[in-house]
C-alpha cells in the first residue's frame, strides 16, 4: 500500500528527481559481497573502534597505494 502524497513527499521526489544525475556523476558505489562471517567481524572491529566504512575504505586505499608504489620502486631498483 503506498504512503499518502504529502506536500513534503511531493517537494522530497521533485527534489530527487531533479538531482539524480548530478548524485549519479558525483558518487559511485562498490557492489561487492563479503562471506557473511567477514563481514560481522569488520562491522564489529569498526563499532567496537568508532570508525566509518568509509573511513576503512579510504585508509585502505592509501595504503595499498604506499604498497604498490614502494614495489615498484623496487623493481625500478633491481
Known sequence: M?????RERLVRRKYEATHKEERKRAT???NTRLPRKDY?????????NRIRKID???KGYEALRE????RDEKEKTE
Not at 560481522?40 to 567496537?48: G, P, Q, R, V, Y
Not at 604498497?67 to 614502494?70: A, D
Open 2 to 6: 503506498k504512503k499518502e502524497d504529502t
Open 28 to 30: 559511485e558505489q562498490f
Open 40 to 48: 560481522e567481524e569488520i562491522c564489529a572491529f569498526l563499532e567496537a
Open 56 to 58: 576503512l575504505i579510504y
Open 67 to 70: 604498497e604498490v608504489r614502494t
